[in-house]
């Protein structure tokens, strides 16, 4: 034992601390998914004829964009996976506004820049623009026919640029209390847009959003350095939808709703309520087991124990992990694992000392020769972890997903509070008084 043993104590005591505020900070909470509180589950398809094909590759970037845009409007542990050829199926957990998360999954944000010369046009007009120049039911007016419109086309204006020349698109207030959304452009947009805006001073440019008119507001000098800004009476939420749907582009296809239902959690209150209930008897057989087989050590483990299960919950909610059933097995399994740990330190603690050695040196001995153990176990672990989180990526099992990071997670942390917590403890309790225990071994599970 020695003055690092104490220094270890006072880290360990600080992160103890840090842990505890962030279990009962009101700003970090634990997410549950959509097996423990219900959601919103939704079936798109391609909408396009069935004669016509669609590649898997833009099915698959479609599937991405769509998990993209559902993580940004702040659903917790998306499923997002192709179901056949022409389907995603979305299950979005805790959504309470079906119809904003279907709005913005479903929305292509074809945004434009259009040249309207010294005519505004007034916002939710629907115009042709120089990239749709066929006939479109969204210019029709009301009991006209499409024949109308293919004798009788409607004025074409030209797109100076489209959204794709966005970077990056966030939502911000004006001094009058505005809300606009702001954009910078990508580096080869922004001398063309600059030079557009130099040559048309005084003209107007429309902010065009699926062929809809979104603002068209004057310009009144040259747009320099690619930054810009968006206006046209947003409310909040429309304005953060317009700058996500910018942000993570244009789908390569466009889907429609097949079908979208109210999940409710599927263990229910009544099932949840069980599992904890399991759980906490499991746990406090393993500490009673301890306690009882292994005496001091064991208490000093369930410690240990106490206080890794604190610093898991602690990493779940500032991290912002989604605890689903698959997620809590995940952190159960890592629990167990590291029983494991201190188990097998004193297991060697004791072979040591039935072979006569000193207490204090029994203590380093048991620690050094089962560290090899933990630590080729948990690399183990941790590439199966790897396997299973890589898997989850790239087909859409987020559930996967779930399982592998706590279970990563809890093995990580259970290193440590075997390896160094326990080993902290064990020297300053037990190896400061090797007097008290030299005679009364049966302290030590003897």
């Known amino acids: 034992m020695d003055n690092k043993d104490y220094i270890w104590l006072v880290a360990i005591l600080a992160i103890v601390g840090g842990a505890i505020f962030l279990v009962q900070s009101p700003d970090y909470q634990i997410r549950q998914g959509l097996d423990l509180q219900g959601g919103l589950q939704v079936l798109m398809a391609a909408d396009l004829p069935e004669d016509v094909d669609v590649s898997p590759a833009d099915m698959n970037t479609a599937r991405q964009i769509v998990d993209q845009r559902v993580n940004a409007f702040g659903v917790t542990e998306p499923i997002v996976q192709l179901e056949g050829d022409r389907r995603i199926l979305i299950e979005l ?170 999940v409710g959690a599927t263990l229910g209150e009544l099932s949840i309520e069980a599992s904890i209930r399991a759980g906490t008897i499991g746990v406090i057989v393993v500490l009673l087991f301890m306690l009882i087989y292994y005496r001091l050590p064991g208490f000093l483990a369930d410690i240990a124990l106490i206080i890794y299960a604190l610093l898991n919950f602690a990493i779940f909610q500032w991290w912002g992990i989604t605890l689903t059933l698959p997620a809590i097995t995940g952190f159960l399994l890592s629990t167990g694992m590291a029983v494991d740990a201190n188990i097998l330190v004193f297991e060697r603690l004791k072979e040591e000392l039935r072979r006569g050695t000193q207490l204090e040196d029994a203590i380093q001995l048991g620690f050094d020769r089962a560290w090899s153990s933990i630590r080729d176990s948990n690399i183990a672990t941790f590439i199966i972890c790897f396997i299973l989180w890589s898997f989850g990526r790239n087909f859409g099992a987020s559930t996967v997903q779930g399982f592998a990071i706590t279970l990563a997670i809890g093995v990580a942390l259970s290193m440590f509070t075997a390896v160094i917590v326990t080993r902290t403890f064990v020297r300053i309790f037990i190896g400061r008084a090797i007097e008290t225990f030299r005679n009364r071994q049966w302290l030590l599970g003897m």
């Open 93 to 262: 957990p805790g959504t309470d506004d079906p119809q904003s998360a279907i709005d913005l999954i479903r929305e292509t944000a074809l945004l434009e820049f259009v040249h309207s010369g010294s005519t505004p046009l007034p916002p939710g007009m629907c115009i042709r623009t120089s990239l749709n120049e066929g006939p479109s039911r969204c210019e029709l007016a009301p009991g006209e026919d499409i024949t109308d419109e293919v004798e009788n086309p409607a004025p074409t204006y030209e797109t100076v640029m489209t959204g794709a020349g966005v970077r990056t698109a966030q939502v911000q207030g004006d001094i009058l209390g505005e809300v606009l959304v702001a954009f910078t452009l990508q580096a080869d947009e922004a001398d063309i847009f600059a030079e557009y805006t130099r040559q048309n001073l005084g003209n107007f440019l429309t902010i065009v959003l699926d062929k809809r008119v979104i603002s068209s507001p004057q310009i009144s000098s040259a747009i320099d350095g690619g930054q810009g800004t968006i206006t046209g009476g947003f409310t909040f939420e429309e304005a953060d939808q317009l700058a996500t749907q910018l942000r993570f582009g244009s789908l390569p296809i466009p889907l429609r709703v097949d079908s979208t239902r109210q």
